[in-house]
């Protein structure tokens, strides 16, 4: 199990904040994702790779998060987060590097959940689209127009705020 975590649990944590989890409830839904792993792990057949199954138990896990986020009485604020400078760009890189991150997060954030699990399995983990398809359980075609259209609602967010799309994340 602490190899699952040691090897994939950078994956889980991305793959929680691409859906949708807020960055103060991702340690929480990671460990829940490693608990359904430790519990399920018994029935995992090694057919399907780990990264599918994973996905499949991230994915779960962030709808049962966000079903319960409007019972919380959590309020958020904002704190300066220390040492996050990125390596080697300094303070500006590091803030520019966080702000596209917000601006992704926002234009992900206007995506149905289909075309959302879509666009970030293709573009940001790299998967090939035959793999993304059978992880969200739909034809390899209604990958392809998922992605489509999701690439062309990020294209568009980044145009109306005038942002060249390729810097960033």
């Known amino acids: 199990m602490s190899r699952i975590v040691r090897e994939h649990g950078v994956f889980v944590w991305r793959t929680l904040r ?17 608990v359904v ?13 780990i990264k599918s199954w994973l996905y499949g138990i991230c994915i779960r896990s962030a709808a049962a998060h966000r079903r319960k986020a409007p019972v919380r009485r ?13 390596p080697g760009g300094g303070p500006e890189a590091s803030l520019e590097s966080r702000e596209a991150l917000v601006m992704l997060d926002r234009a992900l954030d206007a995506l149905d959940a289909d075309k959302r699990e ?14 993304v398809a059978q992880i969200v359980g739909c034809p390899l075609q209604t990958a392809y127009s998922r992605h489509s259209a999701a690439r062309a609602h990020v294209v568009a967010f980044f145009r109306r705020l005038s942002l060249p799309i390729g810097s960033g994340p």
């Open 18 to 34: 691409r859906l949708g989890v807020r960055e103060a409830d991702i340690d929480d839904v990671c460990q829940e994702v490693f």
């Open 37 to 49: 792993v430790v519990r399920k792990l018994p029935e995992f057949e090694p057919r399907a790779s």
């Open 74 to 86: 959590e309020v958020p604020t904002e704190s300066p987060e220390e040492g996050s400078a990125a």
């Open 118 to 131: 879509v666009f970030v399995l293709y573009e940001l983990e790299e998967l090939a689209m035959s793999e």
